[in-house]
């Protein structure tokens, strides 16, 4: 399993994420995004309406060196945040079908490499860190 039981129930609770790429001239690009994790294979699958002549896409397609972060905040008072930050490769896969009509054929899958979460495992926002074995 790439993700814990809280780390799936954590990314399934929450609907966007950012997700950030780098583009020829090596100047970042973060984005919010749809995803969706892919419980059999545990991978990110990130969609939307025409995805494949997103910056985004083109950046992951030269550089597949890519970075998800969710993460909400539970609480102001007192403070408490969580969330996960996914590094891993992404491969952008086009004539795919999409889970909703309105989307494009095309899709970015993230494989993870390394997982950073705080917040996730219990209540308070204790970071844990590993590399995921590929």
Do not use: C, H
């Amino acid at each position: 399993m790439v993700f814990t039981e809280a780390e799936r129930a954590y990314l399934g609770s929450q609907p966007l994420a950012r997700l950030a790429t780098v583009d020829a001239d090596g100047r970042p690009q973060n984005n919010p995004v749809r995803y969706f994790v892919d419980a059999d294979t545990g991978t990110i699958e990130i969609w939307g309406m025409g995805m494949g002549k997103s910056r985004k896409f083109g950046n992951a397609r030269a550089n597949p060196a890519v970075a998800v972060v969710v993460d909400d905040i539970v609480s102001t008072r007192p403070w408490r945040v969580r969330g996960i930050e996914i590094r891993g490769r992404a491969e952008t896969l086009t004539g795919q079908r999409p889970p909703y009509p309105y989307y494009s054929g095309e899709v970015i899958r993230v494989r993870p490499e390394r997982i950073i979460a705080w917040g996730v495992e219990s209540d308070d926002a204790e970071r844990t860190a590993r590399d995921v074995d590929t």
